[in-house]
């Protein structure tokens, strides 16, 4: 998977700016629409035209507050094979009606294994109708074991992105920017930050984490992802409404 449209030419005035635009500013929550993508604050080299930048994980009081979960469901599932790690996710929902789904990889477990993890994607049906208005990575984790030349170790992705199709999102740790290679893995023993979406979704479902190495190793592992109303749902619900408007409005 990777990120379509026009791919901006790298430029001295670009990094400049970006790197001005670092010391000047912080990282702003904003949503994650398909085809585009938010990059790791620190990566002095990407263009301008290439923000937003990730905001801070909710883990730090920034855009929610505990007392606005009203309910929420973990599950943790391992991914078997020379990726074996465990995937967890936690579904927060909020007294606004809105559902954050959060997603940490963990192979502190099995430091013992094999494989570099450069790249994961969730699956699942109806994300084009997935609404995601706010996305946070963090809390750090640890990373970089099988990755010695790594620009960073706090597992953290380079970029989250969305496919343009689809709408599912995706990340990679080691990513191609400019000219080469920049970012970190996770490897066996490491864990990686954790990524947060808050959504429009109406629920959870069961569906998927497809987990990728630069050489061609893969794994798949269950998670929970958005459930969200299916058009026509919401179709026939519109029209309830407006018909029981009608007849509201004769019998007055």
Request: charged share 15%.
């Amino acid at each position: 998977m990777a990120l379509s449209g026009k791919v901006a030419r790298p430029c001295f005035i670009c990094a400049v700016a970006v790197a001005l635009g670092l010391l000047c500013t912080s990282a702003i929550a904003a949503p994650l629409l398909p085809n585009t993508a938010q990059w790791r604050a620190d990566i002095p080299t990407i263009p301008s035209e290439w923000a937003p930048l990730f905001a801070p994980g909710y883990e730090t009081g920034v855009g929610w507050s505990p007392g606005e979960v009203v309910d929420q469901v973990q599950i943790s599932r391992e991914a078997v094979g020379p990726l074996v790690s465990t995937v967890t996710t936690t579904v927060y929902k909020l007294n606004d009606g809105s559902y954050i789904f959060d997603y940490v990889i963990d192979r502190s477990a099995f430091p013992t294994g094999s494989g570099a993890i450069s790249f994961a994607s969730l699956s699942g049906t109806g994300w084009q109708d997935v609404l995601i208005s706010d996305m946070r990575v963090g809390p750090v984790g640890s990373s970089g074991n099988g990755d010695p030349d790594a620009e960073w170790v706090d597992g953290t992705p380079a970029y989250v992105a969305r496919d343009a199709q689809s709408g599912t999102p995706f990340w990679r740790y080691r990513a191609p920017i400019l000219n080469g290679l920049l970012g970190t893995l996770i490897g066996p023993g490491d864990t990686s930050a954790h990524i947060w979406f808050r959504t429009n979704a109406v629920g959870s479902a069961p569906g998927f984490m497809s987990l990728s190495t630069d050489d061609g190793m893969n794994a798949v592992v269950e998670v929970l992802v958005p459930m969200v109303p299916e058009p026509t749902s919401l179709i026939l619900v519109g029209a309830a409404s407006l018909l029981f408007a009608r007849r509201r409005n004769r019998v007055r």
